[in-house]
């Protein structure tokens, strides 16, 4: 029999040693992040892969858009797979305004009479998206008269990426690295809205079946399809559903706070998507309960550091 081994804690030890100490106790929570590890690795050294990184909740506003812009970077994901909330943090952060720590007030009465907006305990500046309309009109000013007439929605973002000066941004490294960003419930966003108003005014279309015609095209191209999935919504069923195509993904790693109980797709373990042919019925699989700004850093630096060890 195999026995659990009590985790050792060194004041010296990686990030990866200590995920080698959770897989060596390899169960609960800590098992889970160990396997997710060797799943992730797995995607990223294994060239047959195609990678989608799926986000959902303030992952960006949260601290991850560096991580999400270095995976793009070094060419470990192959596709973004997004809420519309997170394209508007990143555009409004890279139009300088950040989110702020510490409450300027703590009544959100009188956060919304100065001008604050809240995201748990992440505060924004009203203005900031005030600038984002300005930004975002000045981008559909520029547009072709025949992509207003029709644009896909990966389409606009890689243009708004190419007008994002600011290297953290990942909108401006996938456009850079023709990395496709994908966003099917773009409509409920900021981003959205500036999209209705400009076009009571001017001409401007978005096309989203142009999305899932590109969406097709990889999952038919790619010998083996992975996902990296943070929360659920719509940004994950997009990701399972297309991968219906080719009988369901071949790996994929899910970081969730939600429950299953209720049957929704968002606490749905992993395995689930087995039924629905989302995934394969031999697909490594490991879904991790937990608040993903604590979790995906964990596993990446971890996944990182077993990379760079082979080479």
Known sequence: MKYVKQISIDPQMTVGQLVDQMGAAGVLGAGRIARAVDIVVEMFENPNYTTFLSLAGPMIPGGLRKVVSLLIEQGYVDAIVTSGANIVHDIVEGLGYRGVKEPPRQNDIELRKIGVGRAGDIYFEHEGFEALEKKMYEVFDSLTAEKKGGI???????????????ESSFLRKAASKQVPVFSPAIMDSMLALHVWTYSQLKQLRLEPIGDLNRMADIVFNSKKIGA??????????????????????????????????????????????ISWKKAQTKSRLATVIGDATIIFPIIVAASLEKLNSKK
Do not use: Y
């Open 152 to 166: 896909a929605i990966l389409e606009l973002l890689f243009e708004i990426g190419k007008t994002i000066n600011d």
């Open 228 to 273: 990296i999935i943070l929360g659920g919504g719509a940004s994950k069923h997009h990701v399972l559903g297309v991968s219906i195509l080719r009988e369901g993904v071949d790996a994929a790693v899910q970081i969730t706070l939600d429950r299953p109980e209720a049957g929704s797709l968002s606490g749905a373990p992993l395995e689930e998507a």
